[in-house]
């Protein structure tokens, strides 16, 4: 969006969003909408004026159980990707004190993984 358009902050609830070729007004429009239904977004000649709504407690407590979901969800793969590989290593006859290794490994690769995202 900061590639096809000049973005300006008005106040803390409105912005106000001038592509850099008014063909993409539309185009910026639409994907707006799409992204998050709860804006206003309104088009006023070249500029496109958005409106925010106040981050309530309901929506708040909503996007955090929904973060909360997908770090579960994530976490719960990450266990099946670790369980895959150590089945993985005893299948192809590996000795316990390579497959421990291996696992330490994987679990520090793991660990960085998730603390780089």
């Known amino acids: 969006l900061m590639q096809a358009a000049q973005i300006v902050k008005v106040s ?4 106000q969003i ?3 070729q008014s063909a993409f007004s539309s185009a910026i429009l639409q994907r707006l909408m799409r992204f998050d239904s709860t804006m206003t977004a309104q088009k006023d000649q070249n500029k496109i004026k958005v409106t925010l ?3 309530t407690t309901q929506r708040r407590d909503k996007a955090a159980a929904d973060i909360k979901t997908i770090a579960s969800d994530f ?3 990450l266990k099946n990707v670790r369980t895959r590989y150590v089945k993985l290593l005893s299948g192809v006859g590996a000795d316990d004190d390579f497959t421990q290794q291996m696992t330490i490994v994987i679990d ?5 993984f998730i603390e780089a995202k």
Do not use: F, M, S, Y
Not at 12 to 15: A, D, I, K, Q, Y
Not at 108 to 112: N, Q, S, Y
């Open 12 to 15: 803390p609830l409105e912005l």
């Open 18 to 20: 001038v592509p850099n």
């Open 53 to 55: 709504q106040r981050i």
């Open 75 to 77: 976490a719960n793969k």
């Open 108 to 112: 520090g690769t793991l660990k960085d």
